[in-house]
């Protein structure tokens, strides 16, 4: 029987991984299934991507890591995802996956032309993410915790456009009915979000932030295991 595949792309802040695991183990807590249910394969540390159409699903993590530095290990990846998208094989790309599922299916990805977006913000989410199989799960305007400095600047040819923030006119997007991306972290709690504004504190000073009130504006984020409990069930009908 196949099985949830997820492409570890990078690692979170040390301080957290040592205390509470990493990308993968939050994935796989918040789509409410056991760490050793669900297959890792760390790409960025050199290890083979199965077929494309092996998995039951993928789920693509974050990374510390720009997509538009185009590392082999990235570029290697993006092609699988463009290949497993083709083969309808459930997929969804967090963050620094939802940024190289984009550039895989031929979608431009640089930096934000808006600055560093971090902390809780409100997603609001598009008109066709009403009738979306998993977007449908988020309200009009629902809290999301956010990291990253790159963005999508261009959607693939396909893709819709289904989310959006006050820094990021692509928080979501989705290719047909098996395939998106999300720039926020659903796999993210409080906890972890403050980890990384304490993390990112300096660089986000120098762009012109204010960290203390980033970190007074964090709160909770139903809508993050709703929605990867949604792709989970999504995987599991397929």
């Known amino acids: 029987m196949s099985r949830l595949l997820i492409v570890k792309t990078g690692s ?32 960025d540390q050199g290890e083979q991507l199965p077929a494309p159409d092996a998995p039951s699903g993928v789920v693509v993590t974050g990374s510390s890591a720009l997509v538009s530095e185009r590392l082999p290990w990235s570029e290697r990846t993006a092609e699988w995802l463009a290949r497993a998208t083709l083969r309808g094989t459930p997929v969804l790309g967090i963050c620094y996956g939802h ?4 550039h895989g299916l031929g979608g431009t990805v640089g930096r934000n032309p808006r600055g ?11 008109e066709p993410a009403q009738a979306d199989p998993l977007l449908a799960v988020l309200g009009p305007a629902e809290p999301a ?8 600047i261009a959607l ?3 893709a819709v456009r289904m989310a959006e923030s006050d820094l990021d006119p692509v928080q979501a997007f989705a290719v047909g009915e098996r395939a998106w991306g999300v720039q926020f972290h659903p796999e993210f709690d409080a906890h972890a979000v403050r980890a990384y504004l304490t993390a990112r504190r300096d660089a986000a000073s120098a762009e012109g932030l204010d960290p203390d009130a980033l970190l007074a504006g964090v709160r909770e ?9 949604r792709f989970a069930e999504l995987v599991d009908a397929r």
Request: aromatic fraction near 2%; avoid cysteine.
């Open 116 to 126: 560093r977006e971090i902390g809780t913000v409100v997603v609001r989410t598009l």
């Open 12 to 43: 979170t802040v040390p301080e957290l991984r040592a205390r509470r695991g990493d990308f993968e183990d939050w994935i796989a807590a918040g789509m409410g299934l056991a760490r050793d249910a669900v297959d890792v394969v760390a790409v």
């Open 99 to 102: 940024q190289l599922l984009a």
């Open 156 to 158: 693939p040819a396909g």
């Open 145 to 152: 915790h956010t990291t990253h400095v790159e963005s999508v």
């Open 221 to 229: 984020t139903p809508s993050g295991p709703r929605l990867l409990r």
